[in-house]
């Protein structure tokens, strides 16, 4: 008789049950994971038409990563008129004036490059 995958854990990685060391160094690095990729380094910038806020992360020169809350969505009407028209707002590659002001707060230094050399646990 098989063990279905479910009664053995994920199938590609070990559970380490019994190796309750292991197991909370592994559990320790994901959260670190999840906190430098899905929080850190991001810097709240308020777009200078519509006045939506949302956090941005600058991981290079030619990659930023942003995240809308849904109060900034309904604030940008380029999102709205997007929507209005039928169109997924999250297929919307960006704003065109939100990336104005991203670029404006880079250049002010609002938000500062975060790369892996800018990790303060020097993690990555």
Same mark, same amino acid.
């Given at each position: ?71 900034? $969505?309904? =604030?940008? /009407?380029?999102?709205?008129? *997007? !929507? #209005?028209?039928?169109?997924? @707002? ?6 065109? $004036?939100? =990336?104005? /002001?991203?670029?404006?707060? *880079? !250049? #002010?230094?609002?938000?500062? @490059? ?11």
């Amino acid at each position: 008789m098989t063990r279905s995958v479910e009664s053995q854990g994920w199938a590609k990685a070990p559970a380490f049950d019994d190796d309750p060391a292991r197991r909370a160094a592994i559990d320790a690095h994901t959260r670190r994971d999840k906190a430098h990729y899905l929080d850190g380094g991001l810097h709240e910038i308020e777009c200078r038409a519509c006045h939506a806020c949302v956090l941005v992360k600058k991981t290079s020169t030619s990659q930023t990563s942003v995240q809308w809350t849904a109060a900034a $969505r309904a =604030s940008c /009407s380029e999102l709205r008129s *997007v !929507a #209005e028209a039928g169109g997924n @707002p999250a297929m919307t590659p960006t704003c065109g $004036r939100l =990336s104005a /002001s991203i670029d404006h707060g *880079v !250049a #002010e230094g609002i938000i500062p @490059p975060h790369g892996p050399t800018d990790d303060p646990d020097g993690y990555l």
